[in-house]
């Protein structure tokens, strides 16, 4: 499924990056661009990750999470 319409990233490439090491929406914009552009995005990318990480996909490093990721 697309999760980011303006980057053209699946759910697909937001579990592969889970596992070569995100942990956060930063990694995902930084590495796919997800929530770069209209934003729109970003509550079912926060979704996939989420889901990503609690299914043992464990990403390469250590995991951060912004404050207002903490907050959501």
Known sequence: ???CVCKAVSERQIRAA???GAG???DL???L???TC???CVPEAR???SATLSRGAEPAGPIYFSD???AA
Do not use: Q
Request: with cysteine; charged share 30%; glycine share 12%.
């Open 1 to 3: 499924m697309i999760i």
């Open 38 to 40: 209209c934003g729109k």
């Open 29 to 31: 914009a930084r590495d």
């Open 47 to 49: 979704l996939a990750l």
């Open 68 to 70: 207002a990721e903490l």
């Open 24 to 26: 956060c929406m930063r």
């Open 18 to 20: 889970v596992k070569d």
């Open 33 to 35: 661009g997800v929530g």
